[in-house]
């Protein structure tokens, strides 16, 4: 049969994604494939679609056992057969599921890494028939990649082992320093290589100054209604308190961190996935495992470490493709408190690292430009338009002055600094300067004697600083990136001053006037496709899908999806053949959902009918 029908027989989707079906057919060939798509691209689908199809079995590698579970309580209400072995299962439960394995009643077997290898377990998957090895998450066996585990390391020798076994792997990291390392570790032969684009359409980003961080918190996830997101703190105990604080003010929240146990982090992320609590507090402990498909906000209430992590993280968001919203508080003090832990490191290579991340986050943080533009820049992506009407910036521009007197104070104040003492300085010492300040240094390098010393009492510290920094990222200036992050004027600064060029700057961040200023309204986030449809229908079928899903004991997702609900919520189908055009409805589904599903439609139209006959008074 071929894929196109296959998928929506057996998912209830009508098209594929971008490069899923390339990836299939190489890999179906034979061929060991590299594939890497965003988070959301739809990599799963890459191995479970051609498992129906291949003879024998698809063994798939996945890191974590909450991600096993998720994936084979979902194939099995698609009425695929597959199965998981791993440390959960007790001696029993294992020798039933290989035994099933030995008669071959499975397409697919989910396993993590270290029981692939122990001793003798490969070779006795020989017998089965193995016909290829999807390697899920793969970025973890690079000692480069974020969420590296020396259990992957081991992967190198499944090759050995199965010769002739063609691999595929997949990740969604962007380097391609782990992405070479993956294809070596892996030993990929001659691999079809597949990297899509890292825009996430459907995602909204927008920076906002930190204020009143928890009121700001607060406010937003009321004005999302029941809607569910992940708030990115930077330390266990932040994580803590929010999630307190918002619990206790009827948002339901839980903290996720590396200092709970197991089975309290379990619990807290089982909770966050049935949909029993709307936020999760979190550090960035919190992320791989999380298929949750309609996180629809993603908020970072501290400075995230680096551009590598923040796209990671808000990655989170919108998996299922309807619209969702990413959003950086942006604090002042926050910088200043990461600078002076970058300054208590003890190894310089690390702290050279650590102060160029920072320096590209609060850059980004900063921008006036698209923030989707500066995001895929930074993975070396160009995005086509350079505006993408779905970020702050694209859809209310930054104000902009006319900023050449400040910007010649600034520059002029660097030349003379560098003049009279023959060094240069930081961008904190030439602030100091600029706004009269009394320090040792100023003292000791008698700095109170320049001409720029104290002439810009008309800008506050903190200003000054932003205007610093956004002349060094408009190529006035530049910044060493040795330990002192001394700066210097370039030939374009030098212009400046000397031909008196105009300089245009934008507006530092002012605090929100409120914080109610923080929700954007549904017309400003539109982006993706968002499906219009019938919210109150929509929200009684969310009931009736967790009801269901409670009864199987899964999440409610693995029912149906948002993008599923939706649908009917805006098709409102009133039979089987027009419940089978939703999408994600499979034969299976169609056989176990629509009945209940096309009850609880008709019933609603038929109220609203009642209702509507009802002559008012
Ligand atoms: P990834 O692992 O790449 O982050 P997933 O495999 O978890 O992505 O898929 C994300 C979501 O997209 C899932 O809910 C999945 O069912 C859905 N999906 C995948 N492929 C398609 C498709 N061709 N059409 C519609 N939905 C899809
Ligand atoms: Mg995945
Ligand atoms: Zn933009």
Redesign the pocket.
Known sequence: MKLQEL?KRS?G?????PL?REIMEDSLAGRDVFAL??????????Y?LPALVRPGLTVVVSPLIALMKDQVD?MDVLGIPATCLNSSLDAGESERRWSRLERGEYRLLYVAPERLMLPGFLQDLRRRHVSLIAV?EAHCISEWGHDFRPEYRRLADVRDVLPDTPILA?T?TATERVRDDIIRQLRLRNPAVYVAGFNRPNLTYRVVAKHRAYEQVRDYAQARGAESGIVYCQSRKTAERLAERLSAEDIPARPYHAGLGADERNRHQELFLRDEIRVIAATVAFGMGI?K?NVRFVIHYDLPKNIEGYYQET?RAG???LPAECLLLFGAGDTVKYAQFIEEKSDPNEQAVARRQLQEIVQYAESARCRRTELLGYFGERFQAGHCAACDNCISPRRTFDGTVPAQKFLSCVYRIRERSGFGVGLHHVVEVLTGASTEKVRRWRHEQLSTYGIGTEHTRPEWSAIGRELVRLGLLKQTTDHFSVLELTAEGWAVLKERTPVTLSRHMAPPPASATLVSSPAKRARGEPIRCDETLFERLKRLRKRLADERNVPA?IVF?D?SLRQMASDVPRDTPAFSRI??VGEKKLREFAEVFLAEITAYVEEQRTLRSVPSA
């Open positions: 998928l998912f989707f009508d098209s594929f994604r899923q798509l965003p988070t959301g691209g739809g990599k799963s689908l890459c479970q979902a899920d997949l969604a298929n498909p990655g998996r299922d493709g997702y999806s993008v999408s994600g």
